[in-house]
Each structure stands twice: as C-alpha cells, then as structure tokens.
C-alpha cells in the first residue's frame, strides 16, 4: 500500500517537485497551498506525514501544526517542518513538530527523511 503525504506550501514550485520525488520513490501525495480549515482538509486525507511550510495564507505553519498536534484524532501524524528560515528548529519545536527539513533542501535528504516516517 501507498503511503500517504500531505504537503502545505504556497509556492506551487515547491509542491511539484516535492510531488515528483515523492511519487518517484512511491508516495501518494495531496498539497493544498493554504492551512484552510487545516484540520478538516487533514481528516478528509487522512496521511502518513504531514510536510508543513512556515509561511502560509491564513495561519501559519505554526498554528496549523498546534492544531493538529492538539486533535486527538491527528496528532499521531507525523509533522515535518519545512521551510527556509534560518531558526527552523526553533520554529519546528515551538510549533511541536516532530522533524525538520531546511529549504533549499538536498533531495537525498529530503527522501531519507520522509522514508524514515513512511518506512512499514
């Protein structure tokens, strides 16, 4: 079975080569580029990890991951932060994310990291 990954990011660049490698090493993958009723898009999807941008339209990733880190329902999804500022492990902590990638982001990286949440 596929793994699932949600993708939260406003720049649409990012959400089509993040899709790429991730349908490349055999992920399914949703983006929505607004934390909209971020909760409700969530359980709709129900994912395996979560990637969540810091900067985004309406409430920002820290906010965003709060809220599903206080639903009982997703908080066990995993969240990996991802952004390009340079404090993002503080954000990624504040936000209680559970890991971190830094943008521009190496592609191996990047695979190792959602491969460690998606291994079986």
Sequence with gaps: MKKKVFI????????ELCTEILQDIGCEVQTSP???????????YMPDLILMDNWLPDMSGIEAT???????????????????????????????????LAKPFDIDLFEKTVKKYTAE
């Design 8 to 15: 939260f990011d406003d720049n649409l660049e990012i959400l």
């Design 66 to 100: 709060k809220l599903l880190k206080a639903n009982p329902q997703l908080k066990d999804i995993p969240v990996i932060y991802f952004s390009a500022n340079s404090n993002i492990s503080e954000l990624a902590n504040q936000a209680g994310a559970d890991d971190f």
């Design 34 to 44: 607004t934390t909209n009723s971020v909760e409700q898009q969530v359980s709709d």
